[in-house]
């Protein structure tokens, strides 16, 4: 009974590979995002989807590729991997409220990248 | 400029006593949520508490409250009765307006607390 679940939990891999991360939510949410978080432990926003709709694309490399093909599915593909994109990738969904204002984001347990 | 500043790197605390970490917020929307998160060594992220800019009342949540002032731009996390499994990382973010992914979460650098028995 996962809220959200990503996988894989560790992804091990070389430079100038392509590799891809999958988020799910079984909550119903029509809110999905992607976080990095840097290894000082920094959490940055990087996209947000709205009924699959792209939303929030935060001045990331266009080697990131978030892909939504449903409301509960958002995956994030990544080309060309560099050494700095080694870090904890967060999937996160939310339901805005009937008020409106509290939209809480819920995480998934994170996907540790290391590129070799 | 820094939207939500976390001024302690680093807390402790002795078992079962209260610690306070602090969270204070810079915008100029009238509308906008604060939540804490805990982050564990296992690495996820757990929601804590939600804190509306137009909540009349602190919330609550168990051991967990937010002590909100408003005018001082300050929503500090108070954890009564420490314990053990407290210890952890724990991020102060912020939301501006109407949510729905339209408004990012802006997240604080994070306060590592630990607790000591």
């Known amino acids: 009974d996962t809220a959200v679940s990503q996988t894989p939990k560790y992804l091990v891999t070389q430079m100038g590979n392509d590799k891809s991360i999958k988020c799910e939510q079984n909550?119903?949410?029509?809110?999905m995002y992607w976080y990095k978080q840097d290894s000082k432990k920094f959490l940055k926003i990087m996209f947000s989807?709205?009924?699959?709709?792209?939303?929030i694309n935060e001045t990331v490399p266009n080697r990131f590729s978030p892909k939504s093909p449903d409301k509960a599915h958002l995956n994030l593909h990544i080309n060309s991997l560099e050494l700095g994109d080694s870090a904890v990738y967060f999937c996160?969904?939310?339901?805005?409220?009937?008020?409106?204002?509290?939209?809480?984001?819920?995480f998934g347990p994170g996907t540790r990248l290391t590129v070799l | 400029a820094q939207k939500i500043t976390q001024t302690q790197p680093g807390m402790f605390v002795q078992e079962k006593e209260a610690v306070t970490l602090d969270c204070t917020y810079d915008t100029s929307d009238p509308s906008y949520g604060l939540f804490w998160y805990k982050q564990p060594s296992s690495g996820e992220m757990i929601f804590l508490i939600y804190?509306?800019?137009?909540?009349?009342q602190n919330a609550t949540e168990g051991r967990y409250s937010l002590n909100f002032q408003k005018a001082r731009k300050s929503a500090n996390l108070v954890i009564s009765a420490s314990q053990l499994g407290d210890s952890a990382m724990y991020f102060c973010a912020m939301r501006e307006g109407r949510g729905g992914g339209y408004n990012k979460l802006i997240f604080g650098a994070g306060t590592r607390l630990a607790v000591h028995p």
């Open positions: 989807y709205n009924n699959k709709e792209l939303i």
């Open positions: 804190q509306g800019s137009y909540d009349q």
């Open positions: 996160a969904s939310s339901q805005l409220g009937l008020a409106g204002l509290t939209d809480t984001q819920y």
């Open positions: 909550l119903g949410h029509d809110t």
